[in-house]
């Protein structure tokens, strides 16, 4: 009967919950410092060796997932080039596949008699120019001195006046596209 008394009435008051925690944290902390354990030379040893073992093959683990990442970095730049590439190159191909429809159009104004017809031709001419520009299209030069990385001189001319290599006529247009050149000038170069 006594106990149950003393189970009922307590004679101080409860410590704060905080208080138990902390003093539940320290216990533990004593205890497992208060614990030793005793290794021999050679298990002690055998224990750092292992150590080293598993710091070695951490850092061997890092060192491989950073060249990975570089890896898989370099990969993903690369395949951002080629596909802009792939994409410019398909541009380019396109455009150099209409060209013989522009050559078409631009003879065709050559010969127009000035009637609505030829107007209207002149407008889809205009138009077919127009989108293949904002696509990329540049006209290459003409004017001037003959450039082999530009020009094609398909005729000498012979006649008239003028300083050698100075370009007479131009046979067929050339172009660029996006810097790339698809085809180049056609031209008559003085001789």
């Known amino acids: 009967m006594a106990k149950e008394k003393e189970k ?53 683990a890092i060192l491989d997932a950073q060249r990975i990442q570089a890896e898989f970095n370099n990969y993903r730049k690369r395949n951002a080039s080629l596909r802009t590439e792939s994409y410019d190159d398909g541009v380019r191909e396109t455009i150099k596949a209409l060209l013989p429809v ?8 050559a010969t127009s008699d ?4 030829a107007k209207g031709i002149e407008q889809i001419r205009k138009q077919l120019l127009e989108s293949l520009k904002k ?20 005729i000498r001319d012979d006649e008239g006046e003028g300083e050698s290599g100075t370009i007479t006529a131009v046979l067929q247009k050339g172009y660029t596209v996006k810097g790339k050149i698809i085809r180049h000038t056609m031209v008559k170069v003085k001789a």
């Not at 497992?32 to 951490?58: G, Y």
């Not at 696509?135 to 398909?154: K, Q, R, T, W």
């Open 135 to 154: 696509a990329g299209l540049e006209e290459i030069n003409s004017e001037g001195m003959f450039d082999p990385n530009y020009h094609e001189a398909v």
């Open 102 to 109: 522009l050559d078409n159009f631009e003879r065709a104004m």
């Open 8 to 60: 009922k009435a307590p004679d101080k008051e409860m410590p704060d919950t905080e208080e138990v925690k902390d003093a539940i944290i320290e216990e533990d902390a004593a205890g497992e410092t208060e614990e030793s354990v005793t290794l021999t030379r050679k298990e002690f040893e055998q224990a750092r060796e292992e150590i080293a073992e598993m710091k070695k093959s951490m850092d061997s």
């Open 114 to 117: 000035g009637s609505p017809f």
